[in-house]
C-alpha cells in the first residue's frame, strides 16, 4: 500500500448500558462483535468493537460503554454522524426492521444525490445508512436476520460539527491528502482517492453551533488508517511540522495508535492495520471470549467480578 491515509481506520463512542449497546449492534444492526475487551485506563469498563467478519479497518465502530454515564450533547467540535454504506434498494427494508424493534428514523433524504436513512441508536448516537452511488462491493458479516442484501457494508463517512472549518479542512488536505469533492449548503464532503470505500469525511460549518458535551450518546474519537507504524510515525513527523501537539506510539494491542485534537476540537487518532484481532484469538472465535491487556490478565478475576455479564 501506498505511504497515504487509508480513510478511517474506526471510530470510538460512549453508551451508558453494556447489555443494550451489544443487543443493538449485534441484534438490530446485525454486526458482528469483534473483539470483547476493556478499556485501557479504565479495565472496569468494556472496549467492544463491532465490524464485518475479519474486523476490517473501515468497518469498526467501538464503545465505551461506562455504565449510567450521564447523556453527552452532540454540538460542534465533535463527529456527530456515522454513516454505513447498505445496498441499493434496501432502505425501505431497514425501516421495517427498525420499526420492529421500536427504533425511530427520519424519512429519506439526500445528502450530494445519495438517499440516506437517519436514526439514533438506545444512547441517541446518530447512525445514517446511505446507499452509495458507486455500490459498494465489501463483503458484511451476515446474521440469521440480516442477510446480505441490506448488511452495512461499513463505514461510508463521517461528519464532524465545527464551528469553523477551514483549519480542520487544511489537516485533511494538506497532511491526510484528502480534497474538496462537493458543497452542499454548510455541509462539505471531502474525499480520499487512496481507497474505494470509508474514504469521506464530511465537515458541517456551524459558526452558532452548541459545543458538544462527551457523554452517552456521542463520539468519542474517529480513527484514520495507515497501512502501518512506520508509516504512522512519518505522519506524526508531517503533525509536529504543522504545531500540533500528538502523542507517542501507543500499542492497543490489535493496532498501535496517535492521538492529536485538531484545531476544531475533534480528537483524531491515526491507526495501523498491523497487528489486526486475530493475534489473541481465532478468526472464527473473534469476540466470543474476555480479552485483556496484557498488563490487566493478573488481576483477570478482579475485573470480570465488576463487569456487567453479557446474556
Same mark, same amino acid.
Given at each position: 500500500?501506498?505511504?497515504?491515509?487509508?480513510?478511517?481506520?474506526?471510530?470510538?463512542?460512549? %453508551?451508558?448500558? /453494556?447489555? @443494550?449497546?451489544?443487543?443493538?449492534? *449485534?441484534?438490530? =444492526?446485525?454486526?458482528?462483535?469483534?473483539?470483547?475487551? &476493556?478499556?485501557?485506563?479504565?479495565?472496569?469498563?468494556?472496549?467492544?468493537?463491532?465490524?464485518?467478519?475479519?474486523?476490517?479497518?473501515?468497518?469498526?465502530?467501538?464503545?465505551?460503554?461506562?455504565?449510567?454515564?450521564?447523556?453527552?450533547?452532540?454540538?460542534?467540535?465533535?463527529?456527530?454522524?456515522?454513516?454505513?454504506?447498505?445496498?441499493?434498494?434496501?432502505?425501505?427494508?431497514?425501516?421495517?426492521?427498525?420499526?420492529?424493534?421500536?427504533?425511530?428514523?427520519?424519512?429519506?433524504?439526500?445528502?450530494?444525490?445519495?438517499?440516506?436513512?437517519?436514526?439514533?441508536?438506545?444512547?441517541?448516537?446518530?447512525?445514517?445508512?446511505?446507499?452509495?452511488?458507486?455500490?459498494?462491493?465489501?463483503?458484511?458479516?451476515?446474521?440469521?436476520?440480516?442477510? %446480505?442484501?441490506? /448488511?452495512? @457494508?461499513?463505514?461510508?463517512?463521517? *461528519?464532524?460539527? =465545527?464551528?469553523?472549518?477551514?483549519?480542520?479542512?487544511? &489537516?485533511?488536505?494538506?497532511?491526510?491528502?484528502?480534497?474538496?469533492?462537493?458543497?452542499?449548503?454548510?455541509?462539505?464532503?471531502?474525499?480520499?482517492?487512496?481507497?474505494?470505500?470509508?474514504?469521506?469525511?464530511?465537515?458541517?460549518?456551524?459558526?452558532?453551533?452548541?459545543?458538544?458535551?462527551?457523554?452517552?450518546?456521542?463520539?468519542?474519537?474517529?480513527?484514520?488508517?495507515?497501512?502501518?507504524?512506520?508509516?504512522?510515525?512519518?505522519?506524526?513527523?508531517?503533525?509536529?511540522?504543522?504545531?500540533?501537539?500528538?502523542?507517542?506510539?501507543?500499542?492497543?494491542?490489535?493496532?498501535?495508535?496517535?492521538?492529536?485534537?485538531?484545531?476544531?476540537?475533534?480528537?483524531?487518532?491515526?491507526?495501523?492495520?498491523?497487528?489486526?484481532?486475530?493475534?489473541?484469538?481465532?478468526?472464527?472465535?473473534?469476540?466470543?471470549?474476555?480479552?485483556?491487556?496484557?498488563?490487566?490478565?493478573?488481576?483477570?478475576?478482579?475485573?470480570?467480578?465488576?463487569?456487567?455479564?453479557?446474556?
Amino acid at each position: 500500500m501506498e505511504n497515504k491515509i487509508l480513510g478511517l481506520h474506526h471510530i470510538t463512542a460512549i %453508551a451508558a448500558d /453494556a447489555q @443494550r449497546n451489544y443487543d443493538f449492534y *449485534t441484534k438490530v =444492526l446485525g454486526q458482528r462483535m469483534v473483539k470483547k475487551t &476493556v478499556n485501557f485506563d479504565d479495565p472496569g469498563t468494556y472496549h467492544f468493537y463491532y465490524g464485518d467478519e475479519h474486523g476490517t479497518p473501515g468497518t469498526i465502530l467501538t464503545f465505551f460503554p461506562w455504565e449510567n454515564i450521564m447523556p453527552g450533547r452532540t454540538g460542534t467540535g465533535m463527529a456527530t454522524e456515522i454513516t454505513y454504506a447498505v445496498p441499493e434498494g434496501s432502505l425501505e427494508a431497514w425501516k421495517e426492521r427498525l420499526s420492529r424493534f421500536n427504533v425511530s428514523f427520519s424519512e429519506i433524504t439526500e445528502h450530494f444525490g445519495e438517499p440516506y436513512l437517519s436514526f439514533t441508536d438506545p444512547d441517541g448516537l446518530q447512525i445514517n445508512l446511505m446507499v452509495p452511488k458507486a455500490p459498494d462491493t465489501r463483503t458484511p458479516w451476515q446474521t440469521a436476520e440480516v442477510k %446480505a442484501n441490506i /448488511a452495512t @457494508r461499513g463505514f461510508h463517512s463521517a *461528519t464532524l460539527s =465545527l464551528k469553523e472549518i477551514d483549519a480542520t479542512a487544511g &489537516v485533511l488536505t494538506d497532511i491526510f491528502g484528502y480534497r474538496l469533492l462537493a458543497q452542499e449548503g454548510n455541509r462539505y464532503r471531502f474525499i480520499t482517492d487512496a481507497v474505494a470505500n470509508a474514504g469521506i469525511i464530511d465537515l458541517l460549518a456551524l459558526p452558532d453551533g452548541q459545543i458538544g458535551h462527551t457523554g452517552a450518546g456521542t463520539n468519542h474519537h474517529v480513527a484514520f488508517r495507515v497501512a502501518n507504524d512506520a508509516i504512522q510515525m512519518e505522519y506524526r513527523e508531517k503533525i509536529l511540522s504543522k504545531g500540533l501537539e500528538i502523542t507517542p506510539k501507543i500499542d492497543r494491542d490489535y493496532f498501535f495508535s496517535l492521538y492529536f485534537r485538531e484545531p476544531g476540537g475533534v480528537l483524531f487518532e491515526i491507526a495501523t492495520d498491523n497487528p489486526g484481532f486475530t493475534v489473541d484469538e481465532p478468526l472464527e472465535q473473534l469476540g466470543t471470549g474476555l480479552k485483556l491487556p496484557k498488563q490487566y490478565e493478573p488481576v483477570r478475576g478482579e475485573i470480570e467480578k465488576v463487569l456487567p455479564v453479557l446474556k
